[in-house]
């Protein structure tokens, strides 16, 4: 039995209400000290449960127990990369004057250009059916950029893509300010998008790409 957690709730880099007024301070709170931590917690206590079962060698429950995995390990995952995502000073596009041209050429050449791509991603998390997250991605057998509209935290990824820059579109993450107006929240995000964090996990993605596939 693990006697200390593999997962853990990151700090958030802000205060909660830097993002005002496009989310609200009691959002942020409820979201990170809440939502997000339901999931380290969801995806620590699955460890320990899949940890019984092998040791027990009882597995009945394995399906149940590698969809928790699954729900709360991505839960975790994009959420840690949402909070980086975000800054009170975001907005705007990627440029070459702000050091984050190399992301604004592969926008341009994945999707045709910024406003293509603002536009996919807008209206693949605006239109999520129940739960999730419009995603960009770096999908490295192609080397492109790619927009993922993601079920739940898992559901419809094409596997070995890296999120960059993530939209969440669960209700709890706008319902208490934007109700049922989905769309203008997805509008906002755009005006607190970091474009140096995406940037930065851009470049990380491509340097860890080429293993992937092991290809000769
Ligand atoms: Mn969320």
Known sequence: MATHPTYTLPELPYDYAALEPVISGEIIELHHDKHHAGYVKGANDTLEQLAQAREKDAWAAINGLEKNLAFHLSGHILHSIYWGNMSGDGGGEPLEKDGTGELADALAESFGSFARFKAQLSKAAATTQGSG???????????????????????????????????????????????NQKVDFVEAMWRVVNWQDVAARYAAARERAAGLLLAP
């Open 133 to 179: 997250w419009g995603v960009l991605a770096y999908e490295p057998v192609s080397g492109r950029l790619v927009v993922e509209q993601v079920y739940d935290h898992q559901g419809n990824v094409g596997q070995g893509a890296v999120p960059l820059l993530v939209f969440d579109a669960w209700e709890h993450a706008f319902y208490l300010q934007y109700r």
